[in-house]
């Protein structure tokens, strides 16, 4: 498991169900599972996949960048194979400290058309609420429509803005980013929205 102060917050493993049945347990992220999150955002970069493939040059600047971060893994809970992987990092688009969310998320190739992407999309929301964040943006590449969908599907956020130049892609091609806000509490910093 990753060192972190979510483990006194967030009381993992705990089990939960996909839309389609499927039972999956969400625990802490060990490092091998974050070796395998990078490997997996890469290989997205690559393929256009929501990724950009300039967007990190090395797992080491992944793991500067995510420093701090909170990081889940969604697994099978018979073989333990890793599904998905969810990393709530503190957004850089608030200029104050540590009260917004962005969350990295990425489902396994292989594991893909089953919603995951939207129950760990939920789940981030879910768990940002509980480590106290007040809100979460979450930014995608404007050509990433499976994530757009699932945003929209699941309601509470809002279109605040647009990138032109949200990323690189593989064929070189620049591809801009739409951004999407979801706010959490009231001007008293109690929860409203329960998504």
């Given at each position: 498991?990753?060192?972190?102060?979510?483990?006194?917050?967030?009381?993992?493993?705990?089990?939960?169900?996909?839309?389609?049945?499927?039972?999956?347990?969400?625990?802490?992220?060990?490092?091998?599972?974050?070796?395998?999150?990078?490997?997996?955002?890469?290989?997205?970069?690559?393929?256009?996949?929501?990724?950009?493939?300039?967007?990190?040059?090395?797992?080491?600047?992944?793991?500067?960048?995510?420093?701090?971060?909170?990081?889940?893994?969604?697994?099978?809970?018979?073989?333990?194979?890793?599904?998905?992987?969810?990393?709530?990092?503190?957004?850089?688009?608030?200029?104050?400290?540590?009260?917004?969310?962005?969350?990295?998320?990425?489902?396994?190739?292989?594991?893909r058309k089953q919603r995951l992407?939207?129950?760990?999309?939920?789940?981030?929301?879910?768990?940002?609420?509980?480590?106290?964040?007040?809100?979460?943006?979450?930014?995608?590449?404007?050509?990433?429509?499976?994530?757009?969908?699932?945003?929209?599907?699941?309601?509470?956020?809002?279109?605040?803005?647009?990138?032109?130049?949200?990323?690189?892609?593989?064929?070189?091609?620049?591809?801009?980013?739409?951004?999407?806000?979801?706010?959490?509490?009231d001007d008293n910093n109690n929860?409203?929205?329960?998504?």
């Amino acid at each position: 498991m990753l060192t972190s102060t979510t483990t006194s917050l967030l009381a993992l493993p705990e089990m939960d169900t996909l839309a389609t049945g499927r039972r999956v347990v969400i625990d802490y992220m060990t490092e091998t599972e974050l070796t395998k999150t990078y490997n997996m955002i890469q290989e997205a970069a690559k393929n256009g996949e929501g990724y950009g493939i300039d967007e990190f040059d090395s797992e080491k600047e992944f793991r500067k960048e995510i420093k701090g971060s909170h990081s889940f893994a969604i697994k099978c809970p018979d073989s333990g194979s890793f599904l998905a992987g969810v990393i709530i990092a503190v957004s850089k688009f608030y200029r104050g400290h540590g009260a917004i969310a962005d969350p990295f998320v990425i489902v396994e190739k292989s594991e893909r058309k089953q919603r995951l992407g939207e129950f760990a999309l939920r789940k981030s929301l879910e768990f940002a609420k509980r480590l106290g964040y007040k809100g979460m943006y979450v930014d995608t590449f404007s050509n990433n429509v499976a994530m757009i969908k699932i945003i929209e599907s699941i309601g509470g956020f809002e279109q605040v803005g647009c990138l032109p130049v949200g990323g690189k892609l593989q064929n070189g091609h620049v591809v801009g980013s739409v951004i999407f806000y979801c706010n959490f509490v009231d001007d008293n910093n109690n929860i409203v929205n329960e998504t």
